[in-house]
């Protein structure tokens, strides 16, 4: 089946500082990503699309200059959480779309700013 | 009114039952249905996606859409204590830009 690999599956950075997590399908094309952040014990909140060679669209709310995405290939997207703070910690999701049902998520990014 | 409505639990049952999920949905329009199952710290799974109403199987599971009442579920026969986790209802409704909508989910725990 399809396969999408998040990394890392885990960071600590200091606040200030810059994170990078990168999201690839493994074994199709993903036109499409999704980035999702979700506190605990709450359900995923979409951050923003991530379409092949063009700009992301954000969801309401979300600071398109702090959550820097990147889709340069059609196997890789990347999220950048810039000057990171406390408030950003949360745990961190990609997704690719193959079909009407076929989408797959990643193992998730716990971030942790201290 | 949230577009599609799940309750939080936890829902706690006894190894070997049957669990049952439920959502609500309030867009008519939705079409597509999924089923994922998400254990702590873990990206969603996907278990179930349908498309009309009706029953569909897959082993232990059974997904069931009933577009009448806009109501959706999923049951887990012979539950066991690896199926602890929580369970998301999604739909993909039309229009949407290919952006899934989620239930809150449903925290599931079987005990031994």
């Known amino acids: 089946g399809a396969v999408v690999s998040q990394h890392p599956s885990w960071v600590i950075c200091k606040s200030g500082t810059s994170v990078k997590i990168e999201c690839r399908s493994l074994?199709?094309?993903?036109?499409?990503m999704f980035w999702y952040r979700q506190f605990p014990k709450q359900s995923l909140m979409l951050m923003a699309t991530?379409?092949?060679?063009?700009?992301?669209?954000?969801e309401q709310g979300v600071e398109k200059d702090k959550f820097l995405i990147n889709h340069a290939s059609l196997t890789l997207s990347t999220l950048t959480v810039t000057s990171a703070h406390p408030e950003d910690s949360s745990f961190y999701i990609c997704s690719a779309r193959q079909g009407p049902g076929g989408y797959t998520f990643g193992s998730g990014t716990r971030l942790t700013v201290v | 009114q949230k577009e599609v409505e799940q309750d939080p639990g936890p829902l706690s049952v006894p190894e070997g039952a049957i669990v049952s999920l439920n959502c609500t949905y309030s867009n008519s329009a939705f079409q597509y249905f999924m089923w994922y199952r998400q254990y702590s710290r873990k990206g969603p799974e996907l278990l179930m996606y349908t498309y009309s109403s009706g029953n569909k199987e897959d082993g232990r599971f059974t997904a069931q859409v009933d577009k009448s009442s806009k109501y959706i579920s999923l049951f887990i026969r012979d539950s066991q204590p690896s199926d602890s986790a929580t369970y998301l209802c999604a739909s993909l409704p039309p229009a949407a830009g290919n952006k899934l909508t989620f239930g809150g989910g449903t925290r599931v725990l079987v005990k031994p």
């Open positions: 074994d199709f094309q993903a036109t499409t």
């Open positions: 991530s379409n092949e060679g063009s700009k992301a669209t954000y």
